[in-house]
């Protein structure tokens, strides 16, 4: 049901494409996982699920209250829906998610498919189970609990090692400072809202400005990351998402 080894699930990540590609090959065929092949179809993302135990005993420590009781109607704030924890783990990705975006929608392509109407949210915020938002608590249907979270601004365009570290590390940053969760993008006023980074440039400017992802990458890496993936946005700006697709089809 999940992997509680970040390393191994990011393994299984990698080993699962390459065996995709590998098999359709003996077919004549090619596997593509391109986030936006056709502007007229769905994206192709690939959606990152969180939930927090205790390490010693393995008790979940993500719902404060069952999900019957967050229903509209009910005098209860949708962040008392969670434990201070899971508030803070939660605030924490939403602090660092424009600079996380430079690592996990790494590519000019990785934006074709983020923005209104297209269920990966478009400003910075979280809401219980709306599929609207970039950051979804979700609630799981059988124990009626909020058990995790949802992260949907991923796709297979980034580095999953990379992208998955600094989901986590910004998530434990917010456990570790204590911070207070800030209201859900319905509570918000249009005015409060904060938009995303709209191309992979302004993220990656929001990675290089962020002080606790660069420092989790070190200096060589942030500096050579940072300077391949601006020459590939470049590179990518005046392409059509037709040459996208034809470009990743000769690579495979």
């Not at 979270?149 to 204590?178: R, T």
Request: proline share 4%; aromatic share 6%; with cysteine.
């Amino acid at each position: 049901q999940y992997s509680s080894d970040p390393i191994e699930l990011c393994d299984n990540i990698v080993l699962a494409k390459e065996t995709i590609q590998s098999v359709v090959k003996q077919f004549g065929y090619k596997a593509l996982f391109l986030p936006k092949y056709d502007m007229t179809k769905a994206g192709n993302g690939q959606h990152v699920h969180v939930s927090l135990r205790e390490a010693s005993t393995g008790k979940p420590m993500f719902s404060a209250l069952e999900r019957n009781h967050v229903n509209v109607g009910y005098d209860v704030s949708p962040s008392d829906a969670l434990t201070t924890q899971a508030s803070s783990f939660v605030e924490g990705m939403l602090m660092h998610l424009p600079a996380i975006l430079g690592l996990s929608l790494p590519t000019t392509n990785s934006y074709r498919r983020v923005g209104k109407g297209c269920w990966t949210g478009s400003v910075v915020g979280w809401a219980l189970e709306d599929k609207e938002v970039g950051i979804r608590v979700c609630s799981n249907l059988k124990t009626n609990q909020w058990d995790h979270v949802e992260c949907k601004l991923f796709d297979s365009s980034a580095n999953p090692y990379l992208a998955l570290s600094a989901l986590l590390q910004s998530g434990l940053s917010g456990i570790e400072s204590n911070v207070t969760l800030r209201p859900s993008v319905h509570s918000q006023s249009t005015q409060d809202s904060v938009p995303l980074p709209a191309t992979v440039e302004e993220a990656l400017n929001e990675l290089e400005g962020d002080a606790l992802l660069t420092t989790m990458l070190g200096p060589k890496l942030t500096k050579a990351y940072l300077a391949i993936r601006r020459h590939e946005a470049s590179r990518a700006s005046e392409m059509t998402v037709e040459q996208e697709v034809n470009e990743a089809l000769d690579r495979c």
